[in-house]
């Protein structure tokens, strides 16, 4: 019998200024939905009032607030969630006139960031996120803070008085650091022994929910989590990936983008995204399923120009083709392909112009091997792109065409066998 899970009835409430475009602010009202039933919150209601600029106090209305109060009463919410990251003060006046617990959209993603993370890593810095964001807003939040907490936004640290002591949040967030600065420096090793092997480097990245996993997992043939959720993978994976020559690649999933992602969250994460620095070849998935698939892909684009990624190749990879909405029209300036990652023929589409990709950094060989170097014939299979392959009987020799990478120890390797 499956276990029940009793969800947490949410209000959701946001300000429309008179620069927010209507669709724009309904889509990111509809993602605030989104988030919230990911957080595993049943929304009751959402609540939109339209304003010049957010109330510097209380982020909407005097009168809205006291509608709300109201409402909530009525309608016996457990929380109320609003659509941006409200200042200390703001949350402070919220709380003290609605009596409710009160969060902000960038605490939603921190908790959900807290349900999500599987590794180490992952867990630190979802602490360091959350604490960073909670040092400025410790002040009259008493007795909400000072016991463990049950329900969205309160997953993560596991509140011991945290009010009473930022000495002891800024030692934890020190301490947090130092832990995280050593994974770091593995992750550092790892990259330069990949380097070192100068294998060639894909990430994936996108807006959540693109399909980046799926992808992943479709490649590589990997077991990545994998589902219709916003924030579905949070750490970063590195599997083999073969392209149809046999050439093999890396490919790396990675953390979705979302517009409007917390700054302390891109703090944080930063050596986790440090992975798409190394990267040869960025794959941009985005959902063309979506309605607002444009502005997902620019909100990754801007996120991917301020962590300085600008002159690695990027490939947009549009995906869920079977289901595209019936509005959309392509509009990236980087090549592009069309697939449904469910689709064997479509990824093989998507591994031919990768390897394409490849090539292009590759310099050609024309070698002729003794047929005793079997080792060196294997590598040629694996490690480089071999495209023609044939025996010659009396010289015993095999006459092997194809691309390598320039500073591949096999390129050295090839210049004493080169016709």
Do not use: W
């Not at 049943?42 to 009168?63: C, F, M, N, W």
């Not at 509140?159 to 947090?176: A, C, G, P, Y």
């Not at 490919?251 to 994460?269: C, E, S």
């Not at 986790?272 to 620095?277: A, M, R």
């Amino acid at each position: 019998m499956e276990e029940k899970i009793d969800l947490e009835k949410a209000i959701l409430v946001g300000c429309q200024t008179t620069k927010d475009d209507d669709l724009r602010f309904q889509y990111s009202m509809e993602e605030l939905v989104s988030l919230t039933e990911t957080a595993k919150g049943e929304v009751l209601i959402s609540v939109v009032q339209k304003r010049d600029r957010i109330h510097p106090a209380t982020y909407i209305g005097k009168g809205k607030v006291e509608e709300l109060k109201a409402l909530a009463e009525e309608l016996e919410a457990d929380l109320i969630i609003f659509n941006d990251e409200l200042s200390p003060s703001q949350k402070r006046n919220l709380g003290a006139a609605l009596d409710m617990r009160i969060i902000d959209r960038t605490q939603l993603i921190l908790d959900i960031f807290a349900m999500r993370a599987r590794s180490k890593e992952g867990k630190l810095q979802v602490e360091l996120a959350q604490l960073q964001y909670l040092l400025p807003r410790l002040a009259g939040q008493g007795v909400a803070m000072s016991r463990l907490g049950a329900g969205i936004g309160t997953r993560g640290p596991g509140e011991t008085k945290l009010e009473s002591d930022r000495r002891h949040i800024r030692r934890r967030i020190d301490e947090i650091k130092g832990q995280l600065s050593v994974i770091v420096q593995h992750r550092e090793r790892y990259r330069e022994r990949r380097k070192k092997n100068k294998a060639f480097q894909v990430a994936i990245v996108g807006y959540t929910n693109a399909g980046k996993s799926t992808l992943f997992n479709r490649l590589s043939e990997a077991d990545s989590y994998e589902e219709n959720q916003l924030f579905a993978t949070l750490d970063p994976m590195t599997r083999k990936i073969i392209l149809p020559s046999g050439f093999m690649a890396l490919v790396t999933d990675t953390v979705g983008f979302i517009q409007d992602l917390p700054t302390t969250l891109i703090a944080a994460f930063r050596s986790t995204l440090e992975e798409v620095k190394e990267a040869d070849l960025l794959l941009h998935v985005v959902d063309m399923s979506n309605p607002d698939y444009f502005h997902h892909e620019k909100t990754v684009n801007k996120l991917l120009d301020d962590l300085d990624i600008k002159d690695i190749p990027q490939m947009t990879v549009y995906n869920k083709r079977d289901i595209q909405h019936p509005d959309f029209v392509p509009t990236a300036n980087t090549p592009t392909v069309f697939i449904s990652a469910l689709d064997a023929e479509d990824r093989n589409a998507l591994k031919k112009k990768i390897e394409d990709v490849v090539i292009n950094t590759m310099e050609p060989y024309d070698v002729k091997v003794p047929s005793t170097e079997g080792k060196l014939l294997a590598q040629l299979k694996n490690e480089t792109i071999l495209r023609e392959l044939s025996f010659h009987e009396e010289q015993q020799l095999y006459i092997c065409k194809g691309f390598s990478l320039a500073d591949h120890a096999i390129t050295g390797q090839l210049l004493k066998y080169t016709v």
